[in-house]
């Protein structure tokens, strides 16, 4: 099973970037992808972005298009979330999953990294 790690989570005023890092460890050939979700107090976890380990196919949800962006560095195992133009809407605990689906009901889950923006 795949151990993930993700780092980068702090406060950041409104309108600001943050970048967040997942490592992955355990890889195995049929690896195919990593994504994003988050999760606000006292709402259900949601999909932010997925890519491919190829990098070849990504997806975003639509609250975070065009501000977000997830970046796969397949040599290093790591997946990168780019986060620009942060909103109060944004604040959450950030967690990565590997190899699962936009459902976020399979995959293996980091523990978290927490994102506050204020306003």
């Known amino acids: 099973q795949v151990q993930l790690a993700e780092s980068g989570g702090g406060l950041v005023q409104a309108g600001g970037s943050l970048r967040l890092s997942c490592a992955a460890s355990g890889r195995t050939a049929s690896s195919y992808g990593m994504a994003w979700f988050r999760q606000a107090p006292g709402k259900e976890r949601e999909f932010v972005a997925a890519s491919s380990w190829t990098g070849s196919t990504t997806y975003y949800s639509d609250s975070v298009k065009g501000r977000f962006s997830i970046v796969v560095d397949s040599a290093k195992s790591t997946v990168y979330l780019q986060m620009n133009s942060l909103k109060p809407e944004d604040t959450a605990t950030y967690y990565c999953?590997?190899?699962?689906?936009?459902?976020?009901?399979?995959?293996?889950w980091g523990q978290g990294t927490r994102v506050t923006v204020s306003s």
């Open positions: 999953n590997a190899d699962g689906d936009r459902e976020g009901t399979s995959g293996s």
